[in-house]
């Protein structure tokens, strides 16, 4: 009787894992790099996004932060209290807009919309 009710708790909690991990895939949205600056420590990127313009910010020398040459991206945002900013946090991938699965991650971002 045990053995019959670890494993049903082993095949529900596989179920859920499975059925709720689609959940946590988040879009890569295109977007496009305008220009890139450091002032006092902070690299701030202009980006665009559907005509709006946005900024990403970061801690110089903090893993994940660089400043991005001109040219298009891949966007994700990230859910509320994910990621290391205490902010809208959004990762920048570098590939081919086609495939947004194959594309290669560049850095982690706090959001400012404008």
Same mark, same amino acid.
């Given at each position: 009787?045990? /053995?019959?009710?670890?494993?049903?708790?082993?095949l529900t909690a596989a179920f859920v894992m499975l059925a709720t991990q689609p959940a946590f895939v988040?879009? /890569?949205t295109p977007v496009k790099?305008?220009?890139s600056e450091i002032v006092t420590g902070v690299v701030i990127v202009h980006v665009e996004k559907d005509a709006k313009s946005l900024e990403l910010q970061?801690?110089?020398g903090t893993g994940g932060c660089k400043a991005l040459a001109s040219g298009s991206y891949l966007m994700v945002e990230l859910p509320k209290n994910y990621g290391i900013y205490d902010c809208k946090n959004v990762e920048m991938y570098r590939g081919d807009q086609a495939k947004p699965d194959a594309a290669g991650l560049i850095g982690n971002y706090c959001l400012i919309e404008k």
């Open positions: 009787m045990k /053995r019959t009710v670890s494993l049903f708790a082993v988040q879009e /890569r790099v305008t220009s970061c801690n110089q």
